[in-house]
C-alpha cells in the first residue's frame, strides 16, 4: 500500500470551507488505497495575528513563550480537518508534537527535526487512519516546545516522509506548482513540470516562495520525490527529483527575485591581508549571512573598498558591528537597502556557453545598471536597483525563451 504525506500551506485551509476542501482531497486518497499523514501549517494569517499579539505585550517578547504562542495556530488546523474527515466517517486523528513526539534541537524559532516516534503512527495508519500532524514545530529534549522557523511545515512534512520512508510528499499550496517566474508579476509565466532538487533549492533560496530551502535540501539529500501542487484544482503539478531524470532543452529555467536584501560598502579600507576576515568574523559570530561580496581593486595599494550584501532585516544590526569592530580602519559605511536580487537559475547554463554574456547584455540594453554579482554552477545572481526589477524579470524571462 502506498504511504503519502500531504501538506497543506496556510491557503489551503484558510476558511472552513477550504478545510472540507482538503478533507475531500484526503477521502479521495483514502479511497485509493494510500495511507495518509496530513501535514498542515495555521489558517493563513494565524500567525503575523499571534506574533501582532506578542507585539503589544513586548516587542522582545520571550522567545520560548513566543513558540508555545505561535505553535498553537497548527494546533487549531489540526483539530478542524480532523473533526472534518471524522464528521464524513472517515477515521482520523491529530497528533500534536509532544504526542508524537517530533524531536528537535537548536534554539527556538529556529529548530531542527532530529527524530519522530513513529511506531503508533505506523499502527495507527496500518489501522485504517489518517493522521494529521501539525507543521512547524516539535519539542525539545528538555520538554518545550519549539519552532522551525517561517516555512517551517514544509520541513515537517519533508522530514515525516524521510523517517516514515513515505513514497511521495506532495505540497499542497494555493499555484499550481512551480513557476518559471512569478506569475504575478508576469502573466506568461509558465508552469515548470519537472525540476532538479538543485534547481528548486536555488529558486526557493533566491526568493521563489513556493518551498522552504531547508526541505527542498532535506528531499536532495534522502532522494525524496516531491511534487507541489494546487489544493483547488486537480492540475498535475511540478515534480521535484534528482538531475539525472530530466532532459534539458532550455539553459535557464527560471527568473527569481527577491528585496530582501541591502547592500554595504565600506570605504576606505586598509589594503591588507587579513582584513577581510576581521570584517566577516564577528558578522559570522552574530549569525549574520553574508551573500555577495566585492573588493574594489586597490590603485595606491593602502586602502580599498568592500561591498556586500546582506538581508535588510540585518542592516542596523550589520552597522553596529562594523562600527564597534575595532580591528577595522575606514572612512565611511554607506549602505542602500533600495535593491533587489535578481537571478536566473537552470541546470543547462552547465553546458551552455554565452548565458552570463546574454544576461549582461539583456540588462543593458534595459539600461540597467549591475551593482554586484554572483554565480554558481546553476545560478547567476546580480543586485539592480529595486525600481527596475519588474523590467530586468520580464527582459529575462524573455530573452531566455521563457514566455
Known amino acids: 500500500m502506498v504511504k503519502k504525506v500531504l501538506k497543506f500551506g496556510g491557503t489551503s485551509v484558510g476558511t472552513i470551507e477550504r478545510i472540507q476542501h482538503v478533507s475531500n482531497i484526503i477521502q479521495k486518497e483514502r479511497s485509493s488505497g494510500s495511507k495518509v499523514i496530513a501535514i498542515v501549517s495555521a489558517m493563513s494569517g494565524k500567525t503575523n495575528e499571534l506574533i501582532k499579539l506578542s507585539k503589544e505585550i513586548s516587542e522582545e517578547f520571550d522567545k520560548r513563550e513566543l513558540d508555545?504562542?505561535?505553535?498553537?495556530?497548527?494546533?487549531?488546523?489540526?483539530?478542524?480537518?480532523?473533526?472534518?474527515?471524522?464528521?464524513?466517517?472517515?477515521?482520523?486523528?491529530?497528533?500534536?508534537?509532544?504526542q508524537i513526539p517530533i524531536i528537535t534541537e537548536g534554539e527556538h524559532?529556529?529548530?531542527?527535526?532530529?527524530?519522530?516516534?513513529?511506531?503508533?503512527?505506523?499502527?495507527?495508519l496500518d489501522n485504517g487512519g489518517v493522521a494529521i500532524i501539525p507543521g512547524f514545530q516539535g519539542i525539545s529534549k528538555n520538554g518545550d516546545i519549539t519552532t522551525i522557523g517561517r516555512g517551517g511545515s514544509d520541513a515537517t512534512a519533508v522530514a515525516v516522509a524521510k523517517i516514515f520512508n513515505a513514497d511521495t510528499c506532495e505540497?499542497?499550496?494555493?499555484?499550481?506548482?512551480?513557476?518559471?517566474?512569478?506569475?504575478?508579476?508576469?502573466?506568461?509565466?509558465?508552469?515548470?513540470?519537472?525540476?532538479?532538487?538543485?534547481?528548486?533549492?536555488?529558486?526557493?533560496?533566491?526568493?521563489a516562495k513556493v518551498m522552504q530551502?531547508?526541505?527542498?535540501?532535506?528531499?536532495?539529500?534522502y532522494d525524496i520525490p516531491l511534487e507541489v501542487r494546487s489544493t483547488f484544482t486537480e492540475r498535475k503539478g511540478t515534480k521535484i527529483f534528482s538531475q539525472e531524470n530530466i532532459d534539458y532543452t532550455k539553459s535557464v529555467t527560471g527568473v527569481a527575485y527577491s528585496k530582501d536584501d541591502a547592500k554595504i560598502t565600506i570605504i576606505g579600507v586598509e589594503d591588507k591581508p587579513g582584513v577581510a576576515a576581521n570584517i566577516f568574523e564577528p558578522l559570522s559570530n552574530a549569525q549574520i549571512n553574508?551573500?555577495?561580496?566585492?573588493q574594489n581593486i586597490s590603485p595606491d595599494q593602502k586602502t580599498t573598498d568592500i561591498t556586500f550584501t546582506v538581508k535588510r532585516?540585518?542592516?542596523?544590526?550589520?552597522?553596529?558591528?562594523?562600527?564597534?569592530?575595532?580591528?577595522?580602519?575606514?572612512?565611511?559605511?554607506?549602505?542602500?537597502?533600495?535593491?533587489?536580487?535578481?537571478?536566473?537559475?537552470?541546470?543547462?547554463?552547465?553546458?551552455?556557453?554565452?548565458?552570463?554574456?546574454?544576461?549582461?547584455?539583456?540588462?543593458?540594453?534595459?539600461?540597467?545598471?549591475?551593482?554586484?554579482?554572483?554565480?554558481?554552477?546553476?545560478k547567476l545572481s546580480v543586485i539592480i536597483n529595486e525600481d527596475n526589477t519588474l523590467k530586468a524579470i520580464k527582459k529575462l524571462h524573455t530573452i531566455f525563451d521563457l514566455d
Open 213 to 221: 530551502p531547508s526541505a527542498v535540501q532535506t528531499a536532495m539529500m
Open 68 to 98: 508555545v504562542l505561535l505553535s498553537s495556530g497548527e494546533q487549531v488546523t489540526c483539530a478542524l480537518l480532523s473533526g472534518a474527515l471524522l464528521k464524513s466517517k472517515i477515521k482520523a486523528k491529530s497528533w500534536l508534537n509532544w
Open 171 to 207: 505540497i499542497y499550496t494555493d499555484v499550481d506548482g512551480v513557476f518559471s517566474t512569478d506569475p504575478n508579476k508576469i502573466p506568461v509565466a509558465k508552469k515548470i513540470d519537472k525540476i532538479s532538487y538543485d534547481e528548486m533549492l536555488e529558486l526557493s533560496s533566491l526568493g
Open 313 to 378: 532585516d540585518d542592516v542596523s544590526k550589520t552597522k553596529l558591528i562594523l562600527q564597534d569592530n575595532k580591528n577595522i580602519k575606514y572612512k565611511e559605511i554607506i549602505q542602500n537597502v533600495k535593491v533587489a536580487k535578481v537571478s536566473i537559475v537552470g541546470a543547462g547554463m552547465v553546458s551552455t556557453p554565452g548565458v552570463t554574456y546574454r544576461m549582461f547584455r539583456a540588462l543593458s540594453d534595459e539600461n540597467i545598471n549591475i551593482l554586484a554579482i554572483s554565480t554558481s554552477e546553476i
Open 290 to 294: 553574508v551573500d555577495m561580496v566585492i
Open 109 to 124: 524559532a529556529n529548530a531542527r527535526i532530529i527524530n519522530m516516534h513513529i511506531e503508533k503512527i505506523n499502527k495507527y
